[in-house]
Each structure stands twice: as C-alpha cells, then as structure tokens.
C-alpha cells in the first residue's frame, strides 16, 4: 500500500544551523512530492516541490532532494531561523493527478 | 497568505447532526480538496472536485459529501456527525486540470468539534 513516512518525529536545533527533515515513501508510483510547513493553528504552507524528473531542487534557503532509489525524500533548510519552527509535512501524489498523501510530520523547534 | 478563506473557523456540533463547512479557493483556481486532519496527524485526502464534478475520493464513508459552486467556493457536508468526526478540516486548491498533480494551496482549516 501507499505510505509516506519521517524517521524522526521531532528535530530540535541551534538558530544559525542547517535543518535536515527526512522522509521516506513506500509507493513507487509517486511522481510528484511536496512539503509544507504548518504552524500552530494555521493550515499547511507550500515550501517547494519537486517532481520525479529530478533529484534536487533550491528554493530560498530550502533545498529538496530525491533519491528514487532508495525511496527518500529530505528537506534541507540553511541557517535554520526562530520563525521556522513548525511542523513539517512530506506528501506525494502515489501517481495519481488527484491526492496528496501525507505523513505524520516532523516536529522542528529552533533554539535561539 | 495562499488567497484560501475557509468559514466558520470554528464550529461546535454534536453527534448525529449535519454540517457544512465552506471554502473559497483561489480565483482561477478549477479545482478544490477537502481533508481531514486528526490531532497529531498529518492531512487524509477527502474528496476533489475539478469543474463542480468529483474527481476522486479517498477511503471516506458517503456521509462526507461534497459542492463545488462556477464562482471558485466549494462546501463540504457532513451528515451523521460522529465524534470521530473531530478535526481541522482543511480545503486547498490548484489551478487544476488533468495530467498532472498541482500544487495545492491550502485554506486556515476549520476546527470541527463533536459532542
């Protein structure tokens, strides 16, 4: 079956340091993935994509990579700010052109 | 600010009632998604409508059914409200069409509680 999921719940790290978010997905299908972050009470907020064609994609201060391979997805963010605590979503399509799959979330606090 | 209003905000029901939640995507934006978010949990997928007509449905009973309106607003209803029902439900839109997967902009929620 399709599942998406994050080796750890929570990632607690220094303001000033580099992020890494990983996520593993089950379903080879997938061609499209994305990831949000959510903030308490607020409903999740598109931070960059990527599809199935490529293997890394920059944003400002967010780099996505994909390893197909292995089925792995991560997020990496540069000098990780007090505003970018939050939780964080990895999701893929499984191939449709319709649904998003999600995870449960990773848990980023930063520490000033 | 992804320019997608969801009402009420808030919204306080008991069990066995019905409920509407409304969505007002983004104008342009051909299709909607409504999903339920459990405390704790990431996002399951309701429904879609891509041109006021269901595109696909995750594994939700047909109690949870679902309007979209020519003017970008959609309407998600629930009958029978369960306590199981509890959640943020959140609507997201994209610009639509078939082929591919959009990028889905997602609405504040609407925090549903059963009682």
Redesign the interface.
Known sequence: GES?GLHLPTLSVQEGDNSIINCAYSNSAS??F?W?KQES??????II?IRSNMDKRQGQRVTVLLNKTVKHLSLQIAATQPGDSAVY?C?E?GG??????????TLLTVNP | ETGVTQSPTHLIKTRGQQVTLRCSSQSGHNTVSWYQQALGQGPQFIFQYYREEENGRGNFPPRFSGLQFPNYSSELNVNALELDDSALYLCASSPGGSGSTDTQYFGPGTRLTVL
């Open positions: 998406v061609d499209y994305i949000y009470g607020k409903g999740p907020q598109f994509d979503f999701a399509n449709s052109n319709y649904k998003l799959t999600f995870g449960k979330g």
